[in-house]
């Protein structure tokens, strides 16, 4: 029996030219069974489906039609964010450029815990986190430029941000850091807390959505010793962004440590029209990105930005078959300090495809075009008599509710689109009330979409 093909090596562009049309394919019949943005029968008519398709994950002998029918399966199962009616969550469709770099980076599978299995992409994603960072903070002189490590997602980089300010602070005050956030906050954030031991946070109430600066000034007054404050620019529930410069200031005059957690919108970086929005991101020890939010990879594809490159050190590590010292003293490049996993794949190639490819203007275009779908669905909602908005958008969330519902009545409203397969849309409770949430990231979105979607929960809303 010959061994299957490798998807590299001198073959393996030939290996994987037939799989390449066989999963398009099957893409494409996967797509037209589903007919929708989501399958349609809830999670119990969708488990049997992929039972009933699948069989034994593992038989005695192989099929060499599972690639097909696997491809197919899950395309037909699938939540697909391309589809305008796909609008629940922080969940982008990715690029067509972003999504071929990481085939590449599937089939070449190099490793970036060593020089030697990443030469070319631990080159490339210096040179991405470097510019990543650069966007954030500016060209900061004197001192060593700000720095940038690529991670899985927003999780990651908030674990990532205060286990280096828990760090930091011991180095040069000693005492425990106790982390300070809104309600409004990420549940990573406290979740990090708890995973390195740190005492319970400090908790901000936030009854407008965003941390207000004169209750923080109390908190900060209040609790003495070493302190983190989290703020975010781009809550999950509304897209709210936190008043950052003030924020700021009062982190300075308390001599407390700030970080910030941009994931959803640090991709206004790329618009020079709502780029303001995120005056004072520069401020913050750290900042958390996602571009596979408002940046459109694939997931997984996020980065944490650090202001003071020295604020690494602790990541530093010794492996004597990774990175033994007369290695590094030769000049080959020292990868372990670049992340809390030693196994990472090239994340940074779909990342640097798609800024080389669109450039800031391009970029920024999709940003654009985005917020302007969220106020055009404000536009509706304001306008239709049986809906109510919450609130006009910040970035591209909408948060909106049949009028005079009760809230069973709104959850069930959700709840009958999903099993039906016919939008997707997410929930808040905010101002004591709940809500459906729109998060619109596709940047094909048509007005028709939009009002087809207000059309469905309209009349799935009993009266």
């Known amino acids: ?258 970080h910030i957690d941009a994931a959803y919108g640090g991709g206004l970086l790329f618009s020079d029209r709502h780029r303001p929005l995120l005056t004072g991101l520069d401020t913050a020890h750290t900042v958390t990105l996602d571009l596979h939010k408002l940046g459109w990879q694939p997931v997984a594809a996020g980065l944490l930005a650090v202001r003071d490159p020295a604020d690494l050190t602790p990541l530093h590590q010794r492996a004597d078959y990774l990175n033994a010292d007369d290695d590094t003293d030769a000049g080959l490049p020292d990868l372990l300090g670049r992340s809390l996993r030693t196994t990472r794949r090239p994340d940074v190639l779909k990342i640097a495809a798609t800024l080389r490819t669109l450039g800031r203007d391009g970029l920024g275009a999709l940003v654009d075009q985005v917020h302007a779908h969220a106020h055009h669905l404000a536009d509706l909602v304001d306008a239709h008599p049986h809906l109510t908005l919450h609130a006009r958008p910040t970035l591209t969330t909408v948060l909106f509710r049949p009028t005079h519902a009760t809230d069973d009545t709104v959850a069930a409203v959700r709840r009958r689109l999903l099993t039906d397969g016919r939008a997707v849309l997410g929930r808040a409770r905010l101002d004591g009330r709940l809500w459906l949430k729109a998060t619109l990231l596709n940047p094909h979105t048509r007005p028709d979409d939009l009002a087809a979607l207000l059309h469905l929960v309209e009349g799935n809303t009993p009266r």
């Open 1 to 258: 029996m010959s061994s299957p093909p490798l998807a590299s090596g001198p073959d393996g562009t030939d290996a994987l030219r037939p799989l390449l049309d066989t999963v398009l394919d099957a893409l494409d019949t996967g797509r037209r069974a589903r007919g929708g943005p989501l399958p349609a029968g809830g999670p119990a008519a969708v488990t049997a489906q992929v039972r009933a398709a699948v069989g034994d994950i593992l038989p005695a002998h192989g099929d060499p039609d599972a690639l097909r029918t696997l491809v197919h399966t899950l395309a037909a199962g699938a939540a697909d964010p391309a589809d305008p009616l796909c609008a629940a969550h922080l969940h982008c469709p990715p690029l067509a450029v972003a999504t071929a770099a990481d085939l590449a980076a599937s089939a070449l599978n190099p490793s970036l815990d060593s020089w030697d299995q990443a030469p070319a992409a631990s080159a490339l994603e210096t040179l991405v986190t470097h510019a990543l960072a650069t966007e954030v903070y500016g060209h900061r002189a004197p001192g060593a430029p700000p720095d940038a490590l690529v991670t899985s997602g927003g999780t990651e980089s908030n674990q990532l941000a205060l286990l280096l300010a828990r760090e930091a602070h011991a180095r040069t005050h000693g005492g425990t850091l106790r982390l300070v956030h809104g309600a409004n906050a990420h549940h990573s954030l406290p979740r990090a807390a708890w995973l390195l031991g740190l005492p319970d946070p400090v908790v901000l109430p936030t009854p407008t959505g965003r941390v207000d600066p004169d209750t923080l000034d109390t908190a900060l007054t209040t609790h003495r010793g070493p302190l983190l404050v989290a703020a975010t620019a781009g809550t999950t529930d509304a897209g709210l962004i936190d008043p950052l410069p003030e924020i700021a200031a009062r982190c300075a005059a308390h001599g407390a440590r700030l």
